[in-house]
Nanobody
């Protein structure tokens, strides 16, 4: 079972990126999924979560209104659309699958983790 995050890169402030998370080995269509990030020298933090069917989403206050989480269960893919990126968004972004159908910010409820993709926002 593997989660593969991709789509990171170097962008300028105000730019947009879309991260993808691909699941292999099993489908997570019955599980909530989420995105977390870890900036250099900081603890990992919650970014966004989406329920098994996409009906329920939640966001960290720092990204609310700028980031959008979505999923395509038919393709075993999850996305994070990030708009108006700022230097403080610089981090390694990790996707994760929860053991529950509806997810939240508690990292302990996520049982599968991807390897991370680096997003650098700099002018």
């Amino acid at each position: 079972v593997q989660l593969q995050a991709s789509g990171g890169g170097l962008v300028q402030p105000g730019d947009s990126l879309r991260l993808s998370c691909a699941a292999s080995g099993r489908a997570f269509s019955n599980n909530a999924e989420g995105w977390f990030r870890q900036a250099p020298g900081k603890e990992r933090e919650f970014v966004a979560a989406i329920s098994w069917n996409g009906a329920v989403t939640s966001y960290a206050d720092s990204v609310k209104g700028r980031f959008t989480i979505s999923r395509d269960n038919a393709k075993n893919l999850m996305y994070l659309r990030m708009n108006n990126l700022q230097p403080e968004d610089t981090a390694v972004y990790y996707c994760a699958a929860s053991r529950y159908a509806v997810g939240g910010p508690e990292s302990s409820t996520y049982c599968y983790w991807g390897q991370g993709t680096l997003v650098t926002v700099s002018s």
